[in-house]
């Protein structure tokens, strides 16, 4: 069992920045790729970025390339989702999750662990 969870979320401006923290639990962190999906009110959840077990094979959806950075630290068992220029279409709930597969990064249903979220709000 592992679990996930999110910090770092808040109200900024548009064109501001966050990062936003995910701190896994348990021995097997190093072993999982890492995500981190979106969901504002009545959409779809969206996937946002991946990693793999060592901080490479990074993966980013096309509304946030350019913007927004993906990266870990084993040691610390935390994925950090570094977020700039930020617009107001980027409000949502920033979700992190973790899987042992590498095929269909981009699918909610390929990763077994979530955390609870975490909310970012962006002000015109």
């Known amino acids: 069992q592992v679990q996930l969870v999110e910090s770092g979320g808040g109200l900024v401006q548009a064109g501001g920045s966050l990062r936003l923290s995910c701190a896994a639990s348990g021995r097997s962190f190093s072993t999982y790729f890492m995500g981190w999906f979106r969901q504002a009110p009545g959409k779809e959840r969206e996937f946002v970025a991946r990693?793999?077990?060592?901080?490479?094979?990074?993966f980013y959806g096309d509304s946030v390339k350019g913007r927004f950075t993906i990266s870990r630290d084993n040691a610390k068992n935390t994925v950090y989702l570094q977020m700039n220029s930020l617009k107001p279409e980027d409000t949502a709930v920033y979700y992190c999750a973790g899987t042992s597969r590498s095929a269909k990064y981009y699918s909610t249903e390929t990763y077994d662990y979530w955390g609870q979220g975490t909310q970012v709000t962006v002000s015109s």
């Open positions: 990693v793999n077990q060592y901080g490479g094979g990074v």
